[in-house]
């Protein structure tokens, strides 16, 4: 990992899990040309995988730590795809499924624990295109599921 990276995620005090197998017939991450694309991360903290219902299970904190997990698993894959953060030259995209009740509609602020995460390592080349949507359920119950693509050098 480049020192600049790695400096920033010591400095945020984060540390990247051990990047997550499939639980199906798809890869975790594919490239194409400059673009690297990481297929939907869950959030797993110490305890395992985080899971539950924001709105009933979770609060909109808990959901958005949630979402921040998910990103640390993105990068984790990031890594593991590229050698090394460096090589990311700018978040491009990221798109968030929220496990939720009917009448939660939060999901862009639970979402954010991700994009922020982003931001926070990539600086202006964190910000990126976005969308969050509710869904009733996801893969092993998980709270919250985030995909990504990032622009990487070649």
């Not at 990481?38 to 904190?61: A, C, H, M, R, Y």
């Not at 953060?85 to 978040?91: A, F, M």
């Not at 995209?93 to 922020?116: H, M, R, Y």
Request: with cysteine; charged share 20%.
């Amino acid at each position: 990992m480049s020192e600049k990276i790695n400096n920033k995620l010591l400095k945020l005090g984060i540390k990247l899990p051990r990047p997550a197998d499939p639980v199906a017939s798809y890869l975790p991450y594919v490239i194409s040309g400059n673009l690297l694309f990481i297929s939907g991360q869950g959030p797993f903290n110490e305890k395992g995988l985080i899971t539950g219902k924001v709105g009933s299970d979770l609060t909109l904190d808990e959901g958005k730590d949630a979402a921040k997990e998910c990103g640390k698993m993105i990068l984790a894959q990031a890594q593991k795809a590229c050698g090394n953060l460096n090589k990311i030259q700018r978040c491009i995209k990221l798109g968030g499924f929220v496990n939720c009740e009917p009448n939660f509609t939060d999901q862009a602020l639970v979402i954010e624990g991700a994009s922020e995460l982003m931001i926070d390592i990539f600086e202006d080349n964190g910000w990126h295109s976005r969308y969050a949507v509710g869904s009733n359920s996801l893969p092993l119950g998980m709270a919250v599921e985030i995909d990504a693509i990032f622009e990487i050098e070649t």
